[in-house]
T-cell receptor, first 115, second 113 residues
Framework: NAGVTQTPKFRVLKTGQSMTLLCAQD?????MYWYRQDPGMGLRLIHY???????AKGEVPDGYNVSRLKKQNFLLGLESAAPSQTSVYFC??????????????FGDGTRLSIL | GNSVTQMEGPVTLSEEAFLTINCTYT??????LFWYVQYPGEGLQLLLK?????DKGSNKGFEATYRKETTSFHLEKGSVQVSDSAVYFC????????????FGDGTTLTVKP
């Protein structure tokens, strides 16, 4: 009953370092998403994927890259971390559904601090 | 474009009080509407949904009715508990939008004993 699993849960980086956040879902969902959540700003979509091998930019894509080589995994990369990327990152997935009626399923988040 | 406007918080209530969190939307199409809840240290989880006009979603004592004429989906609960303290997000989905959701900014609810 895992659902959406995010790795790691916490991380502290120095400015300029790189890292990859991993998201894995075991529900065979087509769509996957990466969001960041900052105080007073709700959820902002970074990148998303509509299927294996596809990715697309969301609202705030700059400074991030993503890959979806396998249907169940969606990776978020920071090539050169900046303090402005300090945030809580959430991955979500959803199945195909008629009329957009399917909800998104969220992981528990990765808390990332850039010093 | 699509947007969701939620009642600004934070909201503080006493236990057993009546709760309303307002949500209005604009959409280029016919969306499905959702309420998600986020407890401290966790991700968002679906609370309830409605997929067509006049549908009422309900769960754990919470209710919301899809009102197309007023483009609203207000969340209500008759008697809140301390355990309802969380952040509540209203959201809309359009099937034509690659499954992407539009979220409100969230409303923080604190229930005091």
């Amino acid at each position: 009953n895992a659902g959406v699993t995010q790795t790691p849960k916490f991380r502290v980086l120095k400015t300029g370092q790189s890292m990859t956040l991993l998201c894995a879902q075991d529900m065979n969902h087509e769509y996957m998403y990466w969001y960041r959540q900052d105080p007073g700003m709700g959820l902002r979509l970074i990148h998303y994927s509509v299927g294996e091998g596809t990715t697309a930019k969301g609202e705030v894509p700059d400074g991030y890259n993503v890959s979806r080589l396998k249907k169940q995994n969606f990776l978020l990369g920071l090539e050169s971390a900046a303090p402005s990327q300090t945030s809580v990152y959430f991955c979500a997935s959803s199945p195909l559904g008629r009329g957009g009626s399917q909800p998104q399923h969220f992981g528990d988040g990765t808390r990332l601090s850039i010093l | 474009g699509n947007s969701v406007t939620q009642m600004e918080g934070p909201v503080t209530l006493s236990e057993e009080a009546f709760l309303t969190i307002n949500c209005t939307y604009t959409a280029t199409g016919y969306p499905s509407l959702f309420w998600y809840v986020q407890y401290p240290g966790e991700g968002l989880q679906l609370l309830l949904k409605a997929t067509k006009a006049d549908d009422k979603g309900s769960n754990k004592g919470f209710e919301a009715t899809y009102r197309k004429e007023t483009t609203s989906f207000h969340l209500e609960k008759g008697s809140v508990q301390v355990s309802d303290s969380a952040v509540y997000f209203c959201a809309l989905h359009l099937n034509t939008n690659a499954g992407k959701s539009t979220f409100g900014d969230g409303t923080t609810l604190t229930v005091k004993p």
